[in-house]
């Protein structure tokens, strides 16, 4: 049986992203100053292989180039700007994930990272994450490889074995045990609408770490929790770890 890799029950998704633009180094420094001990990032990566935090396919909605990501060079993704049209934060970067690691190490909090790859470049995506990974996480803080793709996840299971591994899925599947064994994944991460208690025990059971997607009242985040999830992801990280105490 395995262990629950273990982050945090209130977990800022695509860092603070309710309130600054998502997987930016703004977010993430803005879910820190919310009490969050944990983020969720997305990666891709650029035409050259060089892993960058960003979630679509393409680059219209969160910055000011266009296309797809994985067609531009590092150099030319390093020069465009991630504001999502909030004028506060006009200048800021696209971060390569290596530059987001950084961050994260020197704030002491732990991350799961969605390998998020354009069709087709589910292993050279894995294989970039797991290269960073490697040569810059700090051992000492909480890490989950996380991903919807299997491909990335079997790839990322033998390039890195020591990190864990979550799949994700929207529905829990009939096969739920057996893929996340062959995957060897100590977590299932799922959309928390489709959790119920009799899943949640299952699972939990079953030994996994569960956390749910994505979670921005504080009275839902409490019934996913209530029913034995280990955590949830929420964009107001500082909403509902003030409604945890409360
Ligand atoms: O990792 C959990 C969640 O982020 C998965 O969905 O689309 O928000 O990346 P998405
Ligand atoms: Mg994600």
Known sequence: MTEPALLADIIAHRGASGDAPENTLSAIVLAHKAGARCVEL?????????????????????TNARGYLCAHTADELDK?????????YKDE???????????????????????????????????????????????DLALVLSSFSKESLAVARDSLPGAARALIVCAVPDDWQHQTQLLQCRNLHMAAPLLDAQKAQAITEAGLGLYCFTVNDSDEAKKVLAMGAHGVFTDYPEKLLNAMQS
């Open 42 to 62: 997305d990666a891709s990566i650029s035409s050259d292989g060089i892993a960058f935090i960003h979630h679509d396919d393409t680059l219209e909605r969160c």
């Open 93 to 139: 970067p696209l971060p390569r994930l290596s530059a987001a690691v950084a961050l994260l190490s020197e704030l002491q909090m732990g991350l799961n990272l969605e390998i998020k790859p354009t069709p087709g470049l589910e292993a050279p995506t894995a294989l970039a994450v797991c290269d960073v990974i490697r040569k810059q996480w700090p051992a």
């Open 80 to 88: 465009v700007k991630s504001s999502a049209g909030m004028a506060a």
